[in-house]
């Protein structure tokens, strides 16, 4: 039997059993397709990043003895789409199997379903071996209850893998090192440089404008940044628990002009496009942790919380909630993306960093994306479509299954409440206490209205007063409602006229 095995552009995991043994009667399928390019509109660096790790991949199965096909993006015989190509394939080769891994995305696994059930050759699934959960788990997990505890279930799985445990207790007796990873970046510690790669591109920048292939953003070719292949994966992630670790918690919520990445790992593309697994990362940790002693348990808490935690958790709600998710819309927004940001020009300086951040790099820490970019959405009232598309299209490490979960249900409460309590908003008050962006901006920090008010704070208070039938429940928001009914008739008035004045002219703010 000739077994036809296909492997998405996030598939691209070393260890999987697939590739264990060499055999001739089984030939892998990877492809460039304009499908993949269009259904939003990408960063360069996402795009050229995909292709890169995809080609390295497919090398080194061939170089391991595998039979590869490989699609590059301006072959001639590329139909652009998986089914027109799997056809032809299926055919000219005579296969009589067809075999695939389990994709990540919603709208794949349809297409994939729908392709096998019209073949007249036999198919399969297999799963892809990288996540610590299944599709399911989440789903099972909290079967009958109405919220998703992230705490809980990350709790769980610590204790299911005993992972900083001390028999059924965490290990310290606490789970939680929060409080203590709360901290501004004061410059008292430095921030080594970080990992870089450097290579040339030049080649797959070409054939994707010789394509005519839509994307935004700014790249240097010459110099490509990140990690696309297992080695580079692996050293960057080296390079982050001997570098970075010490200091990743203490200060993971810090945002700062002089520093773009901090202390985070920038471990999210190597992941998502799986040539590196989550255990893997985890054990590095903890090694650096149990056995180096370089690391206190803060900082590697706080860092396996994100991967062992929320990493496994926005999947499960993904599939737990799909394909309704994408449709939310709690809050009712529908107010339009404000042009900068395409192209950054802003003069609120915290969203100039971040969003110039994003367009030159693909990458913002996730501070910048929930407390400055998401933060400014959901209070000026982007419709969470607009907000989607964006993040799903800027960010090298986006994928719909951890993109949308993250931005229309963490960052966008349109949700109603699945993944976060209550929505993640502040004024300039968090902002400032973060980072020294509020210092060299020209909005003041301190004013609700009047002439340079920081927009941050007129929307913040907007947003609460037209929300209040929704959110004036939740006992978490309840204190907002306190003070705003403290507020005069006057002082809301000119609040709420400087928020409707700031959203019509919210492409020159
Ligand atoms: P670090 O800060 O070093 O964290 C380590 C790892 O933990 C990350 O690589 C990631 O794998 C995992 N992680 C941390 N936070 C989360 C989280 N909330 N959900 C899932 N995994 C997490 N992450 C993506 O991988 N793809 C996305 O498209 C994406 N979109 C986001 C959109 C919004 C609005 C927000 C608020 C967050 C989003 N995140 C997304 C989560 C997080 O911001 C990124 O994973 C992180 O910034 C990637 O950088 P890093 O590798 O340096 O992360
Ligand atoms: Fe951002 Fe407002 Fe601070 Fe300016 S004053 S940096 S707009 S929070």
């Given at each position: 039997?000739?077994?036809?095995?296909?492997?998405?552009?996030?598939?691209?995991?070393?260890?999987?059993?697939?590739?264990?043994?060499?055999?001739?009667?089984?030939?892998?399928?990877?492809?460039?397709?304009?499908?993949?390019?269009?259904?939003?509109?990408?960063?360069?660096?996402?795009?050229?990043?995909?292709?890169s790790a995809m080609r390295n991949f497919a090398h080194e199965l061939q170089n391991q003895g595998h039979s590869v096909i490989y699609y590059k993006i301006d072959d001639e015989h590329n139909k652009h789409s998986?089914?027109?190509?799997?056809?032809?394939?299926?055919?000219?080769?005579?296969?009589?199997?067809?075999?695939?891994?389990?994709?990540?995305?919603?709208?794949?696994?349809?297409?994939?379903?729908?392709?096998?059930?019209?073949?007249?050759?036999?198919?399969?699934?297999?799963?892809?071996?990288?996540?610590?959960?299944?599709?399911?788990?989440?789903?099972?997990?909290?079967?009958?209850?109405?919220?998703?505890?992230?705490?809980?279930?990350?709790?769980?799985?610590?204790?299911?893998?005993?992972?900083?445990?001390?028999?059924?207790?965490?290990?310290?007796?606490?789970?939680?090192?929060?409080?203590?990873?709360?901290?501004?970046?004061?410059?008292?510690?430095?921030?080594?440089?970080?990992?870089?790669?450097?290579?040339?591109?030049?080649?797959?920048?070409?054939?994707?404008?010789?394509?005519?292939?839509?994307?935004?953003?700014?790249?240097?070719?010459?110099?490509?940044?990140?990690?696309?292949?297992?080695?580079?994966?692996?050293?960057?992630?080296?390079?982050?628990?001997?570098?970075?670790?010490?200091?990743?918690?203490?200060?993971?919520?810090?945002?700062?002009?002089?520093?773009?990445?901090?202390?985070?790992?920038?471990?999210?593309?190597?992941?998502n496009v799986k040539l590196i697994s989550p255990q893997e990362v985890v054990h590095a940790v903890l090694l650096e942790f149990e056995n180096n002693h370089t690391v206190d348990i803060a900082q590697a808490e706080g860092f396996i919380r994100q991967i062992l935690g929320w990493r496994e958790y926005m999947r499960g709600v993904y599939w737990a909630k799909?394909?309704?998710?994408?449709?939310?819309?709690?809050?009712?927004?529908?107010?339009?993306?404000?042009?900068?940001?395409?192209?950054?020009?802003?003069?609120?300086?915290?969203?100039?960093?971040?969003?110039?951040?994003?367009?030159?790099?693909?990458?913002?820490?996730?501070?910048?994306?929930?407390?400055?970019?998401?933060?400014?959405?959901?209070?000026?009232?982007?419709?969470?479509?607009?907000?989607?598309?964006?993040?799903?299209?800027?960010?090298?490490?986006?994928?719909?299954?951890?993109?949308?979960?993250?931005?229309?249900?963490?960052?966008?409460?349109?949700?109603?409440?699945?993944?976060?309590?209550?929505?993640?908003?502040?004024?300039?008050?968090?902002?400032?206490?973060?980072?020294?962006?509020?210092?060299?901006?020209?909005?003041?920090?301190?004013?609700?209205?009047?002439?340079?008010?920081?927009?941050?704070?007129?929307?913040?208070?907007?947003?609460?007063?037209?929300?209040?039938?929704?959110?004036?429940?939740?006992?978490?928001?309840?204190?907002?409602?306190?003070?705003?009914?403290?507020?005069?008739?006057?002082?809301?008035?000119?609040?709420?006229?400087?928020?409707?004045?700031?959203?019509?002219?919210?492409?020159?703010?």
């Open positions: 039997m000739k077994t036809l095995r296909l492997l998405l552009g996030d598939q691209l995991n070393h260890q999987h059993t697939w590739f264990k043994t060499v055999d001739k009667n089984i030939c892998y399928v990877l492809m460039e397709v304009k499908q993949e390019q269009e259904y939003v509109t990408h960063h360069i660096q996402k795009i050229i990043a995909f292709f998986f089914r027109e190509n799997l056809t032809e394939i299926i055919a000219q080769d005579s296969f009589s199997n067809f075999e695939y891994l389990l994709p990540d995305e919603y709208r794949l696994d349809v297409e994939l379903t729908n392709f096998c059930s019209g073949l007249s050759i036999t198919s399969k699934t297999v799963d892809t071996e990288h996540f610590y959960t299944h599709r399911e788990y989440l789903h099972d997990f909290f079967k009958g209850k109405k919220t998703f505890l992230m705490e809980s279930f990350y709790r769980a799985l610590r204790k299911k893998h005993n992972i900083l445990m001390d028999g059924e207790e965490p290990l310290t007796g606490r789970w939680n090192y929060d409080a203590e990873n709360r901290k501004k970046y004061d410059g008292k510690v430095s921030v080594p440089d970080a990992i870089t790669f450097k290579s040339n591109q030049q080649e797959i920048f070409e054939s994707i404008q010789k394509m005519n292939i839509p994307f935004f953003g700014n790249v240097e070719v010459s110099k490509f940044d990140w990690p696309c292949s297992r080695v580079e994966a692996l050293q960057v992630l080296q390079y982050f628990v001997k570098n970075l670790l010490p200091n990743f918690g203490t200060y993971e919520d810090a945002l700062s002009t002089q520093h773009k990445d901090l202390f985070h790992s920038r471990l999210s593309f190597a992941l799909m394909p309704a998710f994408s449709q939310l819309n709690y809050l009712d927004h529908k107010e339009a993306l404000p042009t900068w940001f395409w192209d950054g020009k802003t003069q609120m300086n915290c969203l100039k960093h971040c969003i110039n951040n994003s367009l030159d790099n693909a990458y913002a820490h996730h501070i910048q994306r929930l407390m400055v970019i998401g933060n400014f959405c959901l209070l000026a009232g982007i419709h969470p479509d607009f907000v989607d598309q964006w993040y799903l299209g800027v960010y090298i490490d986006a994928v719909e299954w951890v993109e949308i979960t993250n931005t229309r249900g963490m960052s966008q409460f349109a949700d109603g409440g699945i993944v976060g309590s209550k929505p993640y908003v502040s004024s300039a008050n968090y902002i400032d206490k973060m980072s020294d962006y509020c210092a060299g901006c020209k909005y003041d920090k301190k004013s609700r209205y009047g002439p340079n008010a920081c927009p941050f704070n007129s929307f913040y208070w907007d947003f609460h007063i037209r929300h209040r039938k929704k959110l004036e429940k939740n006992p978490r928001i309840g204190m907002m409602y306190r003070l705003i009914d403290k507020m005069t008739a006057d002082e809301i008035t000119k609040i709420r006229q400087k928020a409707a004045s700031y959203k019509s002219a919210i492409n020159n703010l």
